[in-house]
């Protein structure tokens, strides 16, 4: 039976969740281990939820399922970084440029009230509710693509992106390239979001690519 905490929600549900979210703002590098009594320990529950948390995070692509030994969080390379900034870059184009052509004044609002979140988080040095608001500014661009099957594309990916391009550290230049992209879909001007959007992608590559060999470097 599954098991269920104070406030309703399953516990695996929970515990993915906060396992999730270590993962994607750096909190678990790159090659750590997940024990499971460990974590049941210091999440105070069974070990059921823990290991069908990782299964799930194992799905997700972001843990590497390891035969009599631990899990481990995921280490990406070079070749990964590439793919993915590669399918980001055309799946992303496709999300702000329908964004800026089917969305509401009330979903651009929203646009525009992610990024504000983001601003001010990088204006304080907040790093993680920065990365976080930059993570909801391409979220809610995605919903208001209004494209079921781009939305589904996401999903399966939205992890694995959000590990590789959402632990940035130049916070308020991100927040600028977001304001610029916000103005453009706020201006319904779609050629413009054509060359912003690659940039962006490219930028967030480099970004990433500078991450990638410091830890390198550091191991």
């Not at 009599?68 to 070079?78: H, I, K, L, P, Q």
């Not at 600028?176 to 103005?183: A, Q, S």
């Given at each position: 039976?599954?098991?269920?905490?104070a406030?309703?929600?399953?516990?695996?549900?929970r515990?993915?969740?906060?396992?999730?979210?270590?993962?994607v703002?750096?909190r678990?590098?790159p090659?750590?281990?997940l024990?499971?009594?460990d974590?049941?320990?210091?999440?105070n529950?069974?070990r059921?939820?823990?290991?069908?948390?990782?299964r799930t995070?194992?799905?997700?692509?972001?843990?590497?399922?390891?035969p009599?030994?631990?899990?481990?969080?995921?280490?990406f390379s070079?070749?990964?970084l590439?793919d993915?900034?590669?399918?980001?870059?055309?799946?992303?184009?496709?999300?702000?440029v329908f964004a800026?052509q089917r969305?509401?004044?009330?979903?651009?609002?929203r646009?525009?009230s992610?990024?504000?979140?983001?601003?001010?988080?990088?204006a304080?040095g907040?790093?993680e509710?920065?990365?976080i608001?930059?993570?909801l500014f391409?979220e809610?661009?995605?919903h208001?693509a209004g494209n079921h099957?781009?939305?589904?594309?996401?999903g399966?990916?939205a992890?694995?992106?959000?590990?590789?391009f959402?632990?940035?550290?130049?916070?308020?230049?991100?927040?600028?390239?977001h304001?610029?992209?916000?103005?453009?879909?706020?201006?319904?001007?779609a050629?413009a979001?054509?060359v912003l959007?690659p940039?962006h992608?490219?930028?967030?590559?480099?970004?990433a690519a500078?991450?990638?060999?410091?830890?390198?470097?550091s191991?």
């Amino acid at each position: 039976m599954a098991e269920v905490g104070a406030a309703g929600e399953l516990e695996s549900v929970r515990v993915t969740r906060i396992l999730r979210d270590d993962i994607v703002l750096g909190r678990r590098l790159p090659g750590s281990r997940l024990v499971e009594r460990d974590i049941a320990a210091d999440l105070n529950v069974s070990r059921l939820p823990v290991r069908e948390a990782i299964r799930t995070l194992v799905s997700e692509g972001v843990v590497v399922a390891r035969p009599r030994t631990w899990a481990v969080v995921r280490e990406f390379s070079r070749q990964d970084l590439q793919d993915y900034g590669e399918v980001r870059e055309a799946i992303e184009t496709m999300i702000f440029v329908f964004a800026a052509q089917r969305g509401t004044p009330e979903g651009h609002a929203r646009l525009r009230s992610a990024y504000d979140q983001e601003l001010a988080a990088a204006a304080s040095g907040d790093v993680e509710g920065a990365r976080i608001a930059a993570s909801l500014f391409h979220e809610v661009a995605a919903h208001l693509a209004g494209n079921h099957m781009i939305g589904e594309f996401v999903g399966v990916f939205a992890t694995r992106l959000k590990w590789l391009f959402g632990q940035h550290d130049d916070l308020v230049e991100t927040a600028e390239e977001h304001r610029v992209i916000l103005e453009a879909v706020e201006a319904q001007d779609a050629d413009a979001l054509r060359v912003l959007i690659p940039q962006h992608t490219a930028s967030a590559v480099a970004s990433a690519a500078r991450r990638l060999e410091v830890r390198a470097e550091s191991v």
